[in-house]
């Protein structure tokens, strides 16, 4: 069974720091993309970044690139989201995804997500 | 980037109505669109790929369909467990985007 779990979220202040986790399990991680999606507080989803199977191909949202770092331990079966100098409208729960190609990529298993509220 | 345009907003259906919403890309995307399902509380789950694969496990009451900028997801025979929200996404290019949604409603 794939499964997906992230943690890492909670309260941090305004210019602060915050790395994500997203442990992987049921599937064979080092053959998958990844990304992360966010969701704040009765909004849509925001897509917010793409790795690579090998993590050297990265892709980012504009609202996050230089703030934002995904990266991966494929040996862990992990992927990350390093987010500095956070603010306040980074606010959301952030779920980890796969993402397959199938002749189109599509995120087919999700995490159940990790909230992340910046605040003072 | 692409944006990724859905109407409406929100839907109002009854059980066992069939209803449709649709989903324009800013610029044309072949069939690289996904359509989600997400309920209050939970995760996102993938429906149709590609337009209008049916991902494994989901019921035949939901059929996507559309190519270029215009694209449908239509859920027949409405039941109780459909009410939810739904997004279309583009993975024809970076950034992945989504739509902003549509709220289905009893």
């Known amino acids: 069974e794939v499964q997906l779990v992230e943690s890492g979220g909670g309260l941090v202040q305004p210019g602060g720091s915050l790395r994500l986790s997203c442990a992987a399990s049921g599937f064979t991680f080092n053959r998958y993309w990844m990304t992360w999606v966010r969701q704040a507080p009765g909004t849509g989803l925001e897509w917010v970044a793409n790795i690579r199977q090998d993590g050297h191909e990265t892709y980012y949202a504009g609202s996050v690139t230089g703030r934002f770092t995904v990266s991966r331990d494929n040996a862990k079966n992990s992927l990350f989201l390093q987010m500095n100098s956070l603010r306040a409208d980074d606010t959301a729960v952030y779920y980890c995804?796969?993402?397959?190609?199938?002749?189109?990529?599509?995120?087919?298993?999700w995490g159940q997500g990790t909230l992340v509220t910046v605040s003072s | 980037d692409i944006q990724m345009t859905q109407s409406p907003s929100s839907l109002s259906a009854s059980v066992g109505d069939t209803v449709t919403m649709t989903c324009r890309a800013s610029?044309?995307?072949?069939?690289?669109v996904n359509w989600y399902q997400q309920k209050p509380g939970k995760a996102p789950s993938l429906l149709i790929y590609?337009?209008?694969s049916l991902q494994s496990g989901v019921t035949s009451r939901f059929s996507g369909s559309g190519s270029g900028t215009d694209f449908t997801l239509t859920i027949s025979s409405l039941l109780p467990e459909d009410f939810a929200t739904y997004y279309c996404q583009q993975t024809h290019s970076a950034p992945h985007t989504f739509g902003q949604g549509t709220r289905l409603d009893i």
């Open positions: 995804a796969r993402l397959p190609y199938n002749g189109v990529y599509s995120n087919d298993y």
């Open positions: 590609a337009a209008s």
């Open positions: 610029h044309t995307i072949s069939s690289y």
